[in-house]
């Protein structure tokens, strides 16, 4: 049986050693989108009501002191719609939600065609 999540509240066991997470093609990562209010969570896991992209149902996501707080985080992308926005996060544009992300360690792993200028 499922039960709706009435408060984020929860608390995890400590930082996690490997968190692996995507971008997606406006640079959220984790449910964490642009101009959400989930961006300022302090709390370990905030809901996401209003997605910024499919599918459009509420969602829960890590927040950015749980990732921050990872040994180390690996991004995989892939597909030449994300070409600018990787650039953009590697330039650190931190309107982007992804290029917020501050973990002991970052990896990005990109196919060519994302990772082409």
């Known amino acids: ?11 995890l066991p400590g930082s996690f050693d490997l968190i692996l997470l995507g971008i997606g093609p406006d640079g959220h990562t984790a449910s964490l989108f642009p101009g959400d209010p989930a ?10 009501d209003e997605p910024g992209l499919p599918p459009y149902h509420p969602r829960l996501t890590f927040t950015y002191p749980v990732l921050d707080s990872a040994r180390a985080i690996v991004f995989l992308v892939g ?5 600018e926005i990787v650039g953009r996060i590697l330039a650190g544009d931190e309107s982007l939600p992804a290029a917020r992300v501050r973990a002991r360690e970052t990896f990005l792993i990109a196919d060519e065609a994302a990772a082409s200028r």
């Open 79 to 83: 597909g030449a719609d994300k070409r």
């Open 1 to 11: 049986q499922v039960h709706p999540l009435r408060s984020p509240d929860i608390e």
């Open 39 to 48: 961006l300022e969570a302090s709390g370990p896991i905030a809901r996401v």
